[in-house]
Structure formats: structure tokens, C-alpha cells
């Protein structure tokens, strides 16, 4: 995707062949910055912190991280150890334990020697296939959007909803919710995006909107609340958002706020789609009841970052010293209030069967591990 017109990923290896640099998100959208990560260490903060985020960039990340840890120490010992700490950094987002289990497939039974090699390979392959799954689910993403553009009048744009960034930031490249959007943009499809705002981090505000306006796609950010009001006024033509956990009958884990779109969508026809890749689906946990709710620090809800006018970065605080804070990170949309899941496979029914019949392998996996443990 691009940044200043300039084409890049959120994550890459550097010159040297070691080092992963990423985008610190933390630092957006007043300051572009890139981070080193050369250490397990560097690798979990990154992720702990929020300096990387989004359910596929945090596997990435992970993927990575394990590859740092070897570096220092190729190990049984080492290994066990590097996965159970980047496993502890985020306890919703399923790709994490995804991605942990491919790079212990992929350099466990090896000689101590060849393990780091190994390791930096399965983790560009695991770069590679989320910007081609997300270009795939970009492609049937797109198709919706056609459709709707061709009942419109010449020139009338689409209007897509979105919550939170599921956006490229979000992955290695394309997005997820996005990939649709930059697609329509790059054939030509008029579109708008009605971007959330996002409380309490402010990803819709901070991130989608200004990764939006890099590629040069119309955009407006809106007040969470806001959401319900245009769809009632006909003023949304589809609500796109991302997923970081889909259990075995298609419940859908995002970031808090996204049950309420579904429900919003749901009172007024406005189909509500959750565009996902395949390691996002948990088929180990039935239902949203299962989904561990990651609970993080009252001072993402307390506090707030913006740019001042003579152009300093300063956090302010906006909620009484004293009052109690609640941050739930996620909530869970049940599968009945979603219209498809846009996969890398195909735009499939919120269902058990459809899933399962889309992804067999994953779903054999899934339930051969759970025989195991």
C-alpha cells in the first residue's frame, strides 16, 4: 500500500538480514516513524504496547519475533521460552497462537543450525500469504461493492461503514475490511468510507482515515455514536469490519463497538459483513462465550493524545481523577446479525457448515488437536 505515494508493507526484514522494522502505530497519524525490533524482547513490547496491532500483523510479528529469539539462541529451551512469551502479549487475537504454531512446525525437528534460516523463511511466507489472502478477500469483497455501484446513478458513490482499522495497517498488506475498498478505489468504483472514530484508542480516527487519505480515498471520520444515525438515514450502503477471533459457528470477536453496527445494521437492512482470513477462525471454540475479552489499562479511556497547535504530541486527561474505568477491549457479534464472511475462499453464511466446508483443513486441524490435548 502506499505512504506518501510511496508503495510499502507494515513489516519487513532490514538490510542486514536480521533486523524487522515495522511502523510504530502508536506515533500515528502525527508522526511517521519506523522501530527497530532486534530482540524477543523488542518483538513482544512491540506488540504488547500496541506499537503493532491488528490480528494478522501480531502473527507476523510473533512469527518474527521467534526468529530474533533464535539468533541469540537456537534451542529447544530458547524456543519453548520465545513462544510462551510472545503467546502472553495478546490474549484475543487468534493469529498469535497461529503463528506460533507454524514457526514451531517449521523449525522444531530441525538441527540447531538451520533453525534460523527456517525461521526467517516460514515468516516471509507468512507475510506473503496474508497480503495474498487479503488480496483475495479484497477480490469477492469487491464484487459487493460492484453490485451496489450498478444500482446507483453515474458517478454516486458506494458507502462503506467501517469500525476500528482493518485497514493494511492492521496487516502486511491490503487489510482485511479495507481490501474491498482499495480495490473498488483502484478500478475506478466511486466509494466513500463513514470511518469510526473508535474509542478508546482511536484506531478508526488515528489509523483508517490516514491510511485512507495516503491512497486517496474519500473519507470522513464519525463519532462512534454516529454510525446507527446514518444507516437510518439511508446514508450507508454497507457496514465492512474485521475480525480478530470467528469461532466454529461464526460468532464474530472484534474491537468493542462492533455488536452495536451489527445491531444498528441489522434494525435497518444494512447488510453487515466481517471480512476475515482463514487463520482467523477458531475452530476450537464453539461460540462467543468462549472468547477469552482481553481487559486493558484504564488510561486508554482516561486518556487522550493529540497534536497541539504549535505542534506538540501532548496526553491529556478527559475523565475525573477518583471515577472507575471499565476498558473491554472486544465484544462478540453473534453470527445471526451477520449477513457474510468475507473469506479468501469466498463471501460464505455466518454458519458452522459453511465455514467447515470452506476451510476442511483448518477444521480437521482443529479438532485432531483437541483429540490430542
Known amino acids: ?123 516471509a511466507q507468512i507475510c506473503d500469504e496474508d497480503v495474498a489472502i487479503n488480496a483475495a478477500i479484497g477480490r469477492h469483497g469487491l464484487a459487493l461493492i460492484a453490485v451496489i455501484a450498478g444500482r446507483k446513478p453515474p458517478g454516486e458513490p458506494v458507502h462503506v461503514l467501517t469500525h476500528c482499522n482493518a485497514g493494511w495497517l492492521a496487516t502486511v498488506g491490503w487489510g482485511t475490511a479495507t481490501a474491498p475498498i482499495y480495490m473498488a478505489h483502484e478500478r475506478g468504483l466511486p466509494v466513500h468510507v463513514w470511518v469510526d472514530e473508535t474509542r478508546p484508542r482511536n484506531q478508526g480516527a488515528a489509523l483508517t482515515a490516514w491510511e485512507l487519505g495516503h491512497h486517496g480515498v474519500s473519507h470522513t471520520v464519525i463519532a462512534d455514536n454516529a454510525g446507527g444515525h446514518l444507516m437510518q438515514r439511508g446514508l450507508v450502503d454497507l457496514v465492512i469490519v474485521g475480525a480478530d477471533r470467528v469461532t466454529a459457528r461464526g460468532d464474530v470477536c472484534n474491537k468493542i463497538g462492533t455488536y452495536l453496527k451489527a445491531l444498528a445494521a441489522c434494525d435497518t437492512g444494512v447488510p453487515f459483513y466481517v471480512a476475515l482470513p482463514s487463520p482467523t477462525i477458531d475452530f476450537t471454540i464453539d461460540d462467543g462465550v468462549g472468547v477469552p475479552i482481553e481487559q486493558r489499562g484504564p488510561e486508554e479511556v482516561t486518556m487522550m493524545t493529540g497534536l497541539t497547535a504549535d505542534g506538540r504530541l501532548e496526553t491529556v486527561r478527559i475523565v475525573p481523577e477518583g471515577s472507575a474505568v471499565a476498558n473491554y477491549a472486544f465484544d462478540v457479534t453473534p453470527a445471526r446479525l451477520i449477513t457474510g464472511l468475507i473469506t479468501e475462499r469466498g463471501v460464505l453464511p455466518a454458519t458452522r457448515e459453511a465455514l467447515a466446508q470452506a476451510f476442511p483443513e483448518r477444521a480437521r486441524r482443529s479438532s485432531s488437536s483437541a483429540a490430542v490435548a
Open 1 to 123: 500500500m502506499k505512504v506518501n505515494g510511496q508503495a510499502m508493507r507494515t513489516i519487513w526484514v532490514g538490510e542486514d538480514g536480521e533486523t524487522v522494522l515495522t511502523i510504530d502505530q502508536t506515533r500515528l497519524p502525527h508522526r511517521f516513524e519506523i522501530i527497530r525490533l532486534a530482540t524477543l524482547d523488542d518483538a513482544a513490547r512491540a506488540i504488547r504496547t500496541m506499537q503493532v496491532r491488528g490480528a494478522p500483523l501480531i502473527g507476523a510479528t510473533a512469527a518474527y519475533g521467534v526468529c530474533l529469539a533464535l539468533r541469540a539462541d537456537a534451542s529447544d529451551q530458547a524456543l519453548e521460552h520465545a513462544c510462551s512469551v510472545l503467546l502472553a502479549t495478546r490474549p484475543t487475537a487468534v493469529n498469535l497462537r497461529w503463528a506460533l504454531d507454524e514457526m514451531l512446525a517449521a523449525v522444531r525437528n530441525r538441527p540447531r543450525g538451520e533453525r534460523v534460516a527456517a525461521a526467517y523463511a516460514r515468516a
